[in-house]
């Protein structure tokens, strides 16, 4: 399976001020996700990220508050823009594996704490 | 449209006793079917998958099989342990839809 490193694994921001999460795979992959898990909720699709294309954002997130990046097949970064308390949650990225053992993979998370 | 229903949370047993976590599903195509645990304070691991109908996934104990006459993927145990504390999230996935759809999460939490 691959292996994803997201970092950083936790922050506490200001509000107002902008976070970068990375994302690092140790293979290519076609399609990374970035999904948002709300304090004792489930997790929240915020967008796809194909490699050379503009990510697609489901209903509800907009690129101005999420930028991501997606420069090459093994990396990427979300951004959450402009923090206020609301923004507090778990973010994770996540990649489907298409060879051998079928399935997805999860980074570890990134705990976001806004004060 | 593509939607899992998890039963509702939750969950509270004593050691070595039996599991059930319910989960029914709706989906287009020919989804594959997740469980994932997440325990305190870290992220999701996969738990096990089954990828066609009849399919069984089993890893740790846990057991689900894929019933594609009742669209349903519940998640068994026949003796847990304090360990198996967590949340447990049920997703359907698959090429065709590229990404995850995931139940609400069901917290377990297993007394000595």
């Known amino acids: 399976s691959a292996v994803i490193s997201q970092k950083p694994s936790r922050d506490i921001c200001q509000r107002g001020t902008s976070l970068t999460i990375q994302c690092q795979v140790d293979s290519q992959v076609t399609m990374m996700f970035w999904y948002r898990q709300q304090p004792g909720q489930s997790l929240t699709l915020i967008a796809t990220a194909n490699q050379g294309s503009e990510a697609t954002y489901e209903s509800g997130f907009v690129i101005d508050k999420f930028p991501i990046s997606r420069p090459n097949l093994t990396f990427s970064t979300l951004t959450v823009s402009n923090m206020s308390p609301e923004d507090s949650s778990i973010y994770l990225c996540?990649?489907?594996?298409?060879?051998?053992?079928?399935?997805?993979?999860f980074g570890s998370g990134t705990r976001l704490t806004v004060v | 449209g593509n939607s899992v229903t998890q039963m509702e949370g939750p969950v509270t047993l004593s050691e070595e006793a039996f599991l059930t976590i319910n989960c029914t599903y709706t989906?287009?195509?020919?989804?594959?079917l997740f469980w994932y645990v997440q325990y305190p304070g870290e992220g999701l691991q996969l738990l096990l998958k089954?990828?066609?109908?009849?399919d069984k996934g089993s890893n740790k104990g846990f057991e689900a099989t894929y019933r594609k006459e009742t669209t349903s993927f519940h998640l068994e145990k026949g003796s847990v342990q304090v360990s198996d504390s967590a949340v447990y999230f049920c997703?359907?996935?698959?090429?065709?839809?590229?990404?995850?759809?995931f139940g609400r999460g069901t917290q377990l939490t297993v007394w000595p």
């Open positions: 996540s990649v489907e594996e298409l060879e051998g053992n079928y399935g997805y993979t």
């Open positions: 997703a359907l996935g698959g090429s065709t839809l590229g990404r995850l759809y």
């Open positions: 089954a990828t066609k109908a009849d």
């Open positions: 989906a287009t195509g020919y989804p594959s």
